[in-house]
Structure formats: C-alpha cells, structure tokens
C-alpha cells in the first residue's frame, strides 16, 4: 500500500504541476487581457459583458448530463485494468453527445435571446450581445469533452495546452476590437472566438497524442448507444448535482442582473477576476483528485483510501489557506496596482468573496471529488439539493436587499449545511478522518502572518505597487517562520511534499527552495 501511495502521490503530483504551469501560464494571459479590458472599457460597460454571457452559461448546464465526468471516470479505470481496447468506444459516445446536445442547446439559446435581452434584463442592447456568446455552446462542449479524456489519461499538458491557446487569442482579439471601437461587442467577440479556436485545437489534440495511438488490434468494438447508456447511468445523477449547483450559481446571476447597477455588477466582476489566482492551485488539485480516487477499490484497499483523502485535505489546506488570507490582507495594493484606482469597491468584494476557500481545512475541495470517484453520485445530488434549497430563499432575500454583498454572502452561507452533512456521511460509510488540529495550526500561521503584513502596509505611504511587493514579501516571510513554529508542517510533511515533487526536474527545485528553508529551522519537529 506504501508504494502505491508514493506513486500515486507522484502522478498526482506531476499532474498537478502541469496543471498548475498550464492553469498559472493561461491565467496570468488572461489577466493580463481583463487589465486591458478593466482599463479600456468604462464600469458600466465591463459590467454589460458580462451579464451578456449569463444566459449561454445558464444553457450549458443542461449540455453535459454527467457525460464528461464519465469519460474521465471510464477512460481512468480501463487504463488502470488495461483495457485499452474499450477506450476508443468511450471517447466517441462521449464526443457525439457533447456535440449533439451542444448544437441543440446553441439554437435554443439564440431564439430565446431578445426575450432574455428585453423581458428578464431590462436591456434591449444585449439581444445581439447574447445571441454571439450563445455560440460558446457548442465549442464549450467540445473543448470539455477533449479535455475530460486528456484528464483521464493523465494528459495534463495537453490540458494546459488548450487552455493557454485560448487565452492568448482571447488577450490579442478582444483588446484589438474594443481598439477599434466595438467596446462591450468587441469583449464578447474575443470570448467567443478564443473559445473557438481552443475547442478546435483540442480536437487535433485528441486525435494525433491519443485517439491515433490506442492501439487498433486490442480495438473493442461497443455500439455507441450502449456505451452512452452506461455512461449516462453513472453520469446523470452526477450531473444532476452540477446541474443545481450551477443553476444555482446562474440564479444568483440572473437575480444579481436584475437588482444590481452595472457599475456594482463590474467592480463584482473585477474582484472575481483576481480571485481566479486562487484557481492556479485550486483546480490543479482538484482536477487529478478526480482520477486518483476513481483508482481506489474502497473495499479491498479502504486504508488506502483512508490515507490519501487525509493527506489530500491537509496537503490542499497547506497551499491554499496562506495563499487566500494573503490575497485577502493585499487585496487593496492589488487591485489599484493592476487595475487602477476606479474600481473602489473591487477589493472589499474580493476580500469577502475569497473566505470560502477557507474551507478547504474541513475538506471542502476533497470532498465533491472523493464522492464523484468513488461512483457515489447519489448522495452527491443530495447534497446538492439541500445547498440549492438553502440558497435560493438565501439569495431571494439577500440580493435584492443588499446587492452584491447579499450574493457573496448567500454564497458562503449556502453550501456549509452540505459540506458537514457529506463529511459526516464520508466518516460513517468510509472511516475518513481530517487531520483539524494540522489545518488550525496553519489557518492561525496564516492569520498571523497577515496581521503582520498588515500592519507593515499600513504603517507605510508609499504608491500602491510598493506596498504590495512589501505585503507580499512580509507574508511570505512571516509565514515560513510561523508555520513550521505552530507545527503547521512538520518533519514529515517536507519529506512526503518533495518526494511527491521528485522527478520534475527544474521545477522540484524551485519547489525545494522553501521545503528546503522550513527544513533548516531549529523549531521544526
């Protein structure tokens, strides 16, 4: 059982890492394009782009049906059991249904556009706005089909891959358009193209790294129909969860567009976009969960199982609780620094936006993952049904009072009910186990190291891009004293963390460095 932890904790790690290259390299594009857009385009305007994209979202959650999370689950287990030959037949029910409901769904959400536009939004001027962002659709559904299949075969730089190619197109075309004159139009015409083209690079992706090399003697041949059936009965309560969790998400955008100004709706919009360095870490994490729990027989390797839900909360809790509270105490300096001094209400929103990440200590990123590879999609729509009964009154109530700040709170309060019922099920039927007193320790060297930076911040006057690069600096140094003295890691937890890490040549070292700096110091145990 040892040498399978280590080795999955390699894999993951690996994937992870390149997860995280792809994830940090496209989001660091991406945010380099919302500066310019942040900077070209008025409150107001940014505010309207992105209520025209509320509706194609809302249609995508009726694309999927659990579809893609069963390519990744199948495509996973027949590689583990070295059933090569069945693979071919999951890729293509997988792709056809992706496109076909794509298709379907992209026509709907063009006829429906004007009402949306004039009846729901009150904003006749988002017909045309809604009806080209209805074209992501399509092309989202294949690009998630082509990725979902690269995540089951572990392909994680192939992943990255698209991801980056979308966002460089997304950062030349968008900004060239507004330049032109196109403003909000233009900000949509570069979404919808970059989309576009990634879906289209993913697909000779596909084809010439996996689909041209499984190998054709070992070929088992399953009709599409019944490979699709298979996939849909794992799938549809799954994706039934998606489903409400998402259309909660749109609801409280529909409700958000409706009650709140533009210029609120934009700053909102604006602090969402800078939570998304959160996402370098978080979907990395998250995403080779999926994989690495759907590898685990729960009843012939329970300990196993045991282990790496543990070592997968409190490893998680280690990278993201400094990296959230940090972002939290900076969030002023950073907003003014890249975005500039107009977006007033931008760094209050991030701050508030950010807690739930927070909740990572009590396994919140672990837990949907843990479910979902072990297969147990039921109870996962359970919980998601009791999140979206909890949070639609919250939101019917907070959002119209209090605008944004009702949504980010409906947003943190909603889905805890859900999170301590799962964790309660996880330890009854699986004896899974958190270590709380690790991730407390490390919340409190967090919380430590950011009452420092921000007193330091504080006591200075100087421009805004200076107080930022001491906080940043400050937090990280604060935090690398603290932590190890808090026993927030310990020994034990370095030695695990580079042995996970080994192998990546460059970057295990660049890993190293701070692993290497706690490991020196006289107060570590």
Known sequence: MEQKLVEMGKTSAKGSIQLFIGIAVSTIIMAVCTIILARLMTQEEYGLYSIALIPSSM?????????NSAITKYVANLRAENKIGHIKSIIYAGLTFEILTGTVLTFLSLLLSNFIATTIFHRAELT??????STTILSGAILIAAQSTFIGFERMELNSLTAICQAIVKTIISPVLILLGYSTLGAVLGYTISLTIAALISILLLYFHIFRKLRIENLHKTSIKKTLKEMLRYGVPLSISSILNGFLIQFYAFLMAIYCTDLMIGNYQVAIQFATILTFFTIPISTVLFPAFSKINPQSENELLQTVFASSVKYASLILVPITIGLMVLSKPMVSTLFG?????????????????LFVIFGSLTLGNFIAGLGETKMQMKLSLITLSIGIPLALIFIPSIGIMGLILTTIIAGKPSLVIGLYWARKKYNTKIDVKSSIRNLVASIFAATTTFLVINFTAYADWIEFIIGTLT???TYLFTAPAMGAINKSDINNLKTMFSGLGVLSKLINIPLNFMEKLPNLT
């Open 59 to 67: 249609m995508i959650l009726f694309r999927d049906w659990g579809v």
């Open 128 to 133: 045309f706005l809604i009806a080209i962002a």
């Open 341 to 357: 001094e107009k977006w007033t209400y931008a760094p209050l929103f991030l701050t508030l936006y950010v807690i739930n990440n």
């Open 475 to 477: 937090f990280a140094a």
